[in-house]
């Protein structure tokens, strides 16, 4: 599914962002990237989805090239993709219907894919609600995206993740701009399409959500590679410190440390 070898990504202005990073990701495995602000996360999953060309190392997304794909392989990698990112969730001036339907459309360009959309049979627009409800905005079809709080925007992305079909779902901080309750929803849905068989790479702050719903982790420090292996025994390992904190330390955990690592009761 993801086969990444000595993966390296430096910015222009020289951030080395990812180096020697090097996973294999297997179909249907729902993968959780742990790590630091500024580790890299989001960086790995721009990569995967190929909005960022690597510098160094090799990678492979569903059998293609990355970095060498021509813009038609990358449109047909793009659908079956699902993408909800950090940003940039939602078309702001099209409906909430509008912008999860749009995830049936990749194939299409900006133009053909209005005029699909103008004719939608009933049973995409009946998917598309379901998709909706599924993450509790089944009252919000017609609004305009743009009128939706950002974590109500991030959940239009899952919904048009749900109907769009993708064997690859990549998530970059679902969970980070909505409460804990509407967080459980979210991470149960891509937990369904786990168990659907799909493969989900999703990038956490939250410890105890990746030990209840990951089936494997990754932990990023400084653009490596410092944890991969199951959930459990991730706990007590120490991906959020900086070499520095590690030093000063002479082992005692600071306060925060505890907190993130505290397991889930
Ligand atoms: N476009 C860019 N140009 C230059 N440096 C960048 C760019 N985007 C990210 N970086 C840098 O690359 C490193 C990795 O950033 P990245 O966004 O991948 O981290 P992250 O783990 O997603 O962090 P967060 O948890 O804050 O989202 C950081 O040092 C960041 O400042
Ligand atoms: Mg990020």
């Known amino acids: 599914m993801i086969r990444a070898e000595d993966l390296t990504k430096r910015y222009a202005d020289g951030t080395l962002a990812l180096q020697g990073v090097t996973v294999v990701i297997r179909p249907g495995e729902m ?79 900006t133009g053909r894919s209005l005029l699909a959309l103008a004719r939608t049979p009933p049973e995409e627009v009946q998917r598309a609600y379901r998709a ?22 991030q959940r239009v992305a899952v919904a048009r993740a749900l109907v769009q079909g993708a064997s690859l779902i990549l998530a970059d901080e679902p969970v980070a701009s909505v409460d804990v309750r509407t967080a459980e929803t979210v991470l149960e849905v891509l937990r369904e399409l786990h168990q659907q068989g799909k493969t989900v790479v999703l990038s956490l702050h939250q410890v105890d959500f990746a030990l ?54």
């Open 212 to 265: 209840a719903y990951c089936t494997r982790l990754l932990g990023l420090n400084g653009g490596r590679l410092v944890y991969d292996g199951p959930p459990k025994e991730i706990e007590g390992l120490e991906i959020y410190r900086t070499e520095e904190e590690v030093r000063d330390d002479h082992g005692r955990a600071p306060a925060f440390e505890r907190t993130v690592f505290e397991p889930r009761v």
């Open 132 to 153: 909706l409800a599924r993450v509790g905005l089944a009252e919000e079809l017609f609004t305009r995206a743009e009128a939706l709080s950002g974590g109500q925007q």
């Open 31 to 109: 993968v959780g990237l742990l790590g630091p602000s500024g580790a890299g996360k989001t960086t790995f999953l721009r990569l995967l989805y190929g909005a960022l060309q690597p510098t160094a190392g090799r990678l492979e997304v569903l059998g293609n090239p990355m970095g060498q794909l021509s813009p038609a392989a990358l449109r047909r990698l793009r659908r079956r993709v699902a993408v909800i990112s950090q940003s940039h969730h939602v078309i702001p001036n099209l409906s909430v219907l509008h912008n999860v339907l749009i995830g049936r459309l990749g194939h299409l360009s």
